[in-house]
């Protein structure tokens, strides 16, 4: 099946720095992908849809001025997390939707953020 | 999209097969249903889809009700590799590409 990278895999970062994870389909072109939150034990929660050459849409309760979400190609999107806090620490996954075949959708292995 | 119900948690003995049931009571007749895995501290993975007809791929098989209010993911031999949380989604394409919403899956878990 495609695949998909995340980079990097974990971070660590002091509190107030800010954070960029990468999401690249190494295989396929996607102009659409999606950008989740999981909490321990939590199921993913849907932060953003990041298009390519437009804004991201984000979901209700998500700061995007925290969360800064570019889709500059059609095989890169970048999540920054500014200003991070502890409370920000989590499991950050991306997906990307194959533009040719819509209904297959592949995640990238996430990437753990640790905020001291 | 149309929300799911699954159980929390299941378990399964190894080389026998594991049935997850999913309840979809409120699908629409464009909606296809999705299964996801995933194992612990890894991106979820992508195991198979429906629209109404019953689905088979190397992974597992999926079995859509007449109704489309429910289906099973059956894997038939099950390893402990395949201990994790199955996820099933429906959601329809929407501008090209869909949006999958995740609630809590079932935690399966297969025992020696």
């Known amino acids: 099946g495609a695949v998909v990278s995340q980079h990097p895999s974990r971070v660590i970062c002091k509190s107030g720095t800010s954070v960029k994870i990468e999401c690249r389909s190494l295989?396929?072109?996607?102009?659409?992908m999606f950008w989740y939150r999981q909490f321990p034990k939590k199921s993913l929660m849907l932060m953003a849809t990041?298009?390519?050459?437009?804004?991201?849409?984000?979901e209700q309760g998500v700061e995007k001025d925290k969360f800064l979400i570019n889709h500059a190609s059609l095989t890169l999107s970048t999540l920054t997390v500014t200003s991070a806090h502890p409370e920000d620490s989590s499991f950050y996954i991306c997906?990307?939707?194959?533009?040719?075949?819509?209904?297959?959708?592949?995640f990238g292995p996430g990437t753990r953020l640790t905020v001291l | 999209d149309a929300k799911t119900t699954q159980p929390t948690s299941m378990d399964c003995a190894e080389g026998r097969a594991a049935n997850l049931p999913c309840n979809h009571s409120?699908?629409?007749?464009?909606?296809?249903v999705y299964w996801y895995r995933q194992i612990h501290s890894q991106g979820p993975q992508y195991i198979i889809h429906?629209?109404?007809n019953n689905e088979t791929n190397e992974m597992a098989s999926l079995i859509i009700t007449e109704d489309r209010k429910s289906s099973t993911l059956i894997l038939p031999h099950a390893t402990l590799r395949d201990t994790a949380v199955y996820y099933c989604?429906?959601?329809?394409?929407?501008?090209?590409?869909?949006?999958?919403?995740f609630g809590r899956g079932t935690s399966l878990i297969v025992h020696p």
């Open positions: 997906s990307a939707v194959d533009s040719v075949s819509y209904n297959e959708q592949f």
């Open positions: 295989d396929f072109q996607a102009t659409t």
């Open positions: 990041s298009n390519e050459g437009s804004k991201a849409t984000y």
């Open positions: 409120t699908i629409s007749g464009n909606e296809y």
């Open positions: 429906g629209l109404k």
């Open positions: 989604i429906v959601s329809h394409a929407s501008g090209g590409s869909y949006i999958p919403t």
